[in-house]
């Protein structure tokens, strides 16, 4: 007798804005990781704001369908036209709407430094600042699950990255996006398979793995 294998991974889409020139590298790396059999999801959609710019390039080198968001409103028809099962946020600005038990963001920073205008190289200025005040001793790579507000919705990974006295904003991010590509496959496996959830309403009710040692902790 031959039994087929009738498993299939989950369908995530990535909303990556990138720039006019470049950016797409957390969706450049979700895509390696899947290639790798490391990310068990099948990445049936990158979203951009961009036409032609750096997502648009990396879709196309990796032929990963490319989807060109131009107005508030267009998550839901194109989440509809690829039929996702979560939606991945990675270097996005724009405020989502639909499932937020099923969309889920990293934020390159702790989300005391999060809202509206806090992206890009702005975050890590704001971190350095906080640092040199003795605010805070590190920085973070975050992820939540999202919610129509600007970096609201429950945390549930919070790795701490290390601020050093003679950091640039510049020499911060670079420092942070290299941690974000180790941690963001895993992490966003785990939500595609349900290891880690939300029902979309209640705070207290989100659901990590036994042992699961990301969560928020006090600066």
């Excluded at 939606?87 to 934020?107: C, E, Q, R, Y």
């Excluded at 806090?118 to 200025?125: D, K, Q, T």
Aim: hydrophobic residues 35%.
């Amino acid at each position: 007798m031959i039994f087929k294998n009738t498993y299939k991974n989950p369908k995530l889409l990535i909303f990556a804005n990138g720039t006019k020139d470049g950016g797409g590298s957390g969706f450049s790396a979700l895509v390696d990781a899947q290639k790798h059999c490391k990310l068990r999801a099948e990445i049936v959609g990158v979203v951009s704001s961009h036409l032609g710019g750096g997502v648009e390039k990396v879709a196309s080198k990796y032929g990963i369908p490319f989807y060109y968001y131009s107005r508030p409103g267009d998550e839901l028809q194109i989440r509809n036209v690829t039929c996702a099962e979560y939606i991945a946020l990675s270097g996005w600005l724009w405020k989502m709407t639909g499932d937020p038990k099923t969309v889920f963001n990293i934020h390159p920073s702790r989300l005391i430094f999060g809202g509206k205008g806090m992206y890009g190289i702005n975050v890590h200025r704001a971190a350095i600042d906080a640092f040199n005040k003795g605010v805070i001793k590190n920085t973070a790579v975050t992820m939540h699950f999202a919610t129509e507000e600007y970096d609201k919705g429950p945390v549930f990974f919070e790795y701490p990255v290390p601020i050093y006295h003679c950091d640039t904003p510049e020499t911060l991010q670079e420092r942070v996006k290299w941690y974000e590509h180790i941690f963001q496959w895993a992490i966003t496996d785990l939500v595609a398979h349900k290891q880690i959830s939300w029902d979309g309403k209640d705070p207290g009710s989100l659901i990590v793995p036994k042992g699961y040692q990301f969560l928020p902790k006090k600066v």
